[in-house]
């Protein structure tokens, strides 16, 4: 049984676009977690031995249910994190679709596998692991929990969710959407915990492994736990991606691109292009670009749909990407649009480009969490693949160029996760999705993703 100290209190959820308090939820207490995990346990061995047809039909489901709700959902989101209301509606229909793609798919992908073995007959085959505890974030509050769910439950796996407190609306949304999918009590149960009550419930022998989209510090924390518990988890953390434009770039493409790429979902993503890589025979074309379609975007009521860029998630987020803005000037940093800090209502905060003086800048060698995009000059093609990889994250990275197998060469010599060619980083269902160095280990997504929390069994027997 999970023992615990961490009693009952209020949560809230506060809109950062005006400050005021949304609602006030409370936190499980020890004794409702505790029940939770034994049904997420019960509810395992009969989950198990569904077939992976009968799950798809649950995956179905969830699908016409999200999308059934998607006003409420969308909505929810642009109140509680202060995504740009069209930005939340695509949030919603690109988590129906990756409850699909698995419904679709996930027979194939977990088709035992022939081997060859002299005089047995051999063959591996992918079984349900267990119960898993899935630690979301604030920025994508639907799409997150909907990219570990879908595979981890056509996996055959139960699943217990600890969603951030800033969005305890749309976990306890998300939940409805999995009760009126019919998947059966106890398959999928949310819980408001705290941290330290989620590195309990790692350690909890009725769960079997553990997944975490997060920051840097709550890797550390969810891997170590996971570590002491020998327990797999998968850990997508922070990244400081890259987005490389070298000499025969279709610049003015990259550049009205990179607006995206670095300002979408006001900035907040892990896989957002953060640090600008361009060789010297181009930065003059791209900078000016880039800056102009940058002071083209729209801040404000994330309601409004004509918004590019809401508030940031919370005020204190927003501080401290201020500070970071500020030590990079005091460093020798040139800001060339935005920078300053918004004085009225709410975590708002300018899209911002700061064309910095070196690699030991503030912003190229920190993640920055918000719509601040750090540029830099390079020599060429290998000045940039070495500031590229200056980094301690590795998630993924975006490459303007050309040639398409001068293009591949440069993606080999990139320690990042992924490398998208002429065009941004983004997450899709089809291919595998995650990080090296401290951005993480493991892989959500595609085939990978599925099979991270799966028990692949060898099985042999006698010709």
Same mark, same amino acid.
């Given at each position: 049984?999970m023992?615990?100290?961490?009693?009952?209190r209020?949560?809230?959820s506060?809109?950062p676009?005006?400050?005021?308090?949304?609602?006030?939820?409370?936190?499980?207490?020890p004794?409702?977690?505790?029940?939770?995990?034994?049904?997420?346990?019960?509810?395992?061995?009969?989950?198990?031995?569904?077939?992976?047809?009968a799950r798809?039909?649950?995956?179905?489901?969830?699908?016409?249910?999200?999308?059934?709700?998607?006003?409420?959902?969308?909505?929810l989101?642009?109140?509680?994190m202060?995504?740009?209301i069209a930005?939340?509606?695509?949030e919603?229909?690109?988590?129906a679709g990756?409850?699909?793609?698995?419904?679709d798919h996930?027979?194939?992908?977990l088709?035992?596998e022939?081997?060859e073995?002299?005089?047995?007959?051999?063959?591996?085959?992918f079984?349900?692991?267990?119960?898993?505890?899935?630690?979301?974030?604030?920025?994508?509050?639907?799409?997150?929990?909907?990219?570990?769910a879908?595979?981890i439950?056509?996996?055959?796996?139960?699943?217990v969710?600890?969603?951030?407190?800033?969005v305890?609306?749309?976990?306890?949304?998300?939940q409805?959407?999995f009760?009126?999918?019919?998947?059966?009590?106890?398959v999928?149960q949310?819980?408001?915990l705290? $941290?330290? *009550?989620?590195?309990?419930?790692i350690a &909890? !022998?009725?769960?079997a492994? %553990?997944?975490?989209?997060g920051s840097e510090? #709550?890797?550390?924390?969810?891997?170590?736990?996971a570590?002491?518990?020998?327990k797999p988890c998968?850990l997508?953390l $922070?990244? *400081?991606?890259?987005?490389?434009?070298? &000499? !025969?770039?279709?610049v003015? %493409?990259?550049?009205?691109?990179?607006?995206n #790429?670095?300002?979408?979902?006001?900035?907040?993503?892990?896989?957002?292009?953060?640090?600008?890589?361009?060789?010297d025979?181009?930065?003059?074309?791209?900078i000016?670009?880039f800056?102009?379609?940058?002071? %083209?975007?729209?801040?404000?009521?994330?309601?409004?749909?004509?918004?590019d860029?809401?508030?940031?998630?919370?005020v204190e987020?927003?501080?401290?990407?201020?500070?970071?803005?500020?030590?990079?000037?005091?460093?020798?940093d040139?800001?060339?649009?935005?920078?300053?800090?918004?004085?009225?209502p709410?975590?708002?905060?300018p899209?911002?480009?700061?064309?910095?003086?070196?690699?030991s800048s503030?912003?190229?060698?920190?993640?920055?969490?918000g719509?601040?995009?750090a540029?830099?000059?390079?020599?060429?093609?290998?000045?940039?693949?070495r500031v590229?990889?200056?980094?301690a994250?590795?998630?993924?990275s975006?490459?303007?160029?050309?040639?398409?197998?001068?293009?591949v060469?440069i993606?080999a010599?990139?320690?990042?996760?992924?490398?998208?060619i002429?065009g941004?980083t983004a997450?899709?269902?089809?291919?595998?999705?995650?990080?090296?160095?401290?951005?993480?280990?493991g892989?959500?997504?595609?085939a990978?993703?599925?099979?991270?929390?799966?028990?692949?069994?060898?099985?042999?027997?006698?010709?």
């Amino acid at each position: 049984m999970m023992t615990t100290t961490v009693a009952a209190r209020p949560i809230r959820s506060v809109n950062p676009a005006s400050g005021e308090t949304i609602a006030e939820y409370s936190a499980h207490s020890p004794e409702a977690i505790d029940a939770a995990l034994t049904r997420t346990r019960t509810a395992f061995e009969g989950w198990r031995t569904t077939t992976v047809d009968a799950r798809a039909a649950k995956l179905h489901a969830m699908a016409a249910a999200i999308r059934a709700g998607s006003d409420r959902l969308a909505a929810l989101i642009t109140a509680e994190m202060g995504k740009p209301i069209a930005q939340a509606e695509a949030e919603i229909e690109k988590s129906a679709g990756v409850c699909e793609f698995y419904a679709d798919h996930a027979a194939d992908m977990l088709a035992p596998e022939p081997a060859e073995l002299v005089g047995r007959e051999a063959f591996v085959q992918f079984l349900p692991l267990g119960p898993v505890l899935a630690i979301m974030p604030w920025n994508y509050p639907i799409w997150q929990v909907m990219r570990a769910a879908a595979p981890i439950l056509s996996g055959g796996n139960t699943l217990v969710i600890k969603h951030a407190e800033s969005v305890s609306g749309c976990a306890l949304a998300l939940q409805k959407i999995f009760d009126d999918a019919g998947l059966g009590d106890g398959v999928v149960q949310t819980l408001l915990l705290d $941290g330290p *009550s989620a590195s309990m419930v790692i350690a &909890d !022998d009725r769960i079997a492994a %553990a997944t975490l989209t997060g920051s840097e510090r #709550a890797g550390v924390a969810v891997g170590g736990a996971a570590g002491a518990a020998l327990k797999p988890c998968v850990l997508e953390l $922070g990244g *400081s991606d890259a987005f490389i434009v070298v &000499d !025969d770039a279709d610049v003015h %493409a990259a550049a009205q691109v990179a607006v995206n #790429a670095r300002f979408q979902n006001t900035g907040q993503s892990c896989i957002a292009a953060k640090r600008f890589i361009v060789t010297d025979a181009v930065a003059d074309e791209f900078i000016a670009a880039f800056t102009a379609a940058t002071k %083209a975007l729209t801040i404000g009521d994330p309601f409004d749909r004509s918004t590019d860029v809401g508030p940031m998630s919370r005020v204190e987020l927003r501080d401290e990407l201020d500070d970071q803005v500020t030590r990079a000037v005091a460093h020798g940093d040139t800001v060339l649009v935005g920078g300053t800090r918004s004085d009225g209502p709410g975590a708002f905060y300018p899209p911002t480009i700061v064309e910095v003086a070196d690699t030991s800048s503030p912003i190229m060698q920190e993640e920055t969490f918000g719509p601040v995009a750090a540029v830099i000059r390079v020599a060429d093609e290998d000045a940039a693949i070495r500031v590229a990889n200056d980094s301690a994250y590795g998630l993924s990275s975006a490459l303007w160029c050309g040639d398409r197998d001068r293009a591949v060469s440069i993606a080999a010599r990139l320690d990042t996760g992924g490398c998208f060619i002429n065009g941004m980083t983004a997450s899709d269902p089809h291919i595998p999705f995650g990080g090296v160095k401290r951005s993480g280990f493991g892989r959500e997504l595609g085939a990978y993703g599925l099979r991270e929390f799966v028990n692949v069994q060898t099985v042999t027997i006698p010709d």
